[in-house]
């Protein structure tokens, strides 16, 4: 092989050789520019993901101080049973016996409304019932 040939090969695969680590090199110097993008990124991330926790934890406390407040206080409006079939046959016993309203209320230990209420839904079944007699 001739010498010019030679040089020209060498200074070929040089230029070659040069190419590829300039190119090597863009390649390391564009995955650290990412790098540090995604780590500027994930820091971002990791600084809302804080604010989101101390907003739920924050919400969540002051659930459970409402929870423990209303369980504290004391209910005005306490939720009694539904009248019963036994509640609403003593009612209607005590009645045939002849005992007035407020007496039923008293010895049943309920409110008179419901007593009064319970004797108008009786009355109210009876006339459906029984129709009244025409007068003759």
């Given at each position: ?5 030679a ?27 990412k ?15 804080g ?10 406390a002051?659930?459970?101080?409402s929870?423990?407040a ?9 939720v009694?049973p ?5 509640k ?5 016993r ?35 019932v ?7």
């Amino acid at each position: 092989m001739s010498a010019s040939i030679a040089y020209t090969l060498f200074g070929a695969t040089l230029s070659a050789l040069s190419a590829a680590a300039l190119f090597v090199v863009y390649l390391k110097w564009t995955a650290r520019r990412k790098e540090a993008g995604w780590r500027e990124s994930c820091a971002l991330l990791s600084e809302e993901v804080g604010v989101v926790r101390q907003q739920y934890d924050a919400l969540r406390a002051e659930l459970r101080s409402s929870d423990t407040a209303i369980a504290a206080t004391p209910s005005e409006y306490s939720v009694r049973p539904s009248l019963n079939l036994a509640k609403r046959t003593g009612i209607l016993r005590h009645h045939r016996r002849g005992e007035s309203a407020e007496g039923i209320a008293t010895a049943l230990q309920i409110p008179r409304s419901e007593v009064d209420l319970v004797l108008k839904i009786h009355q109210i079944g009876l006339q459906m019932v029984v129709p009244a007699k025409e007068p003759v």
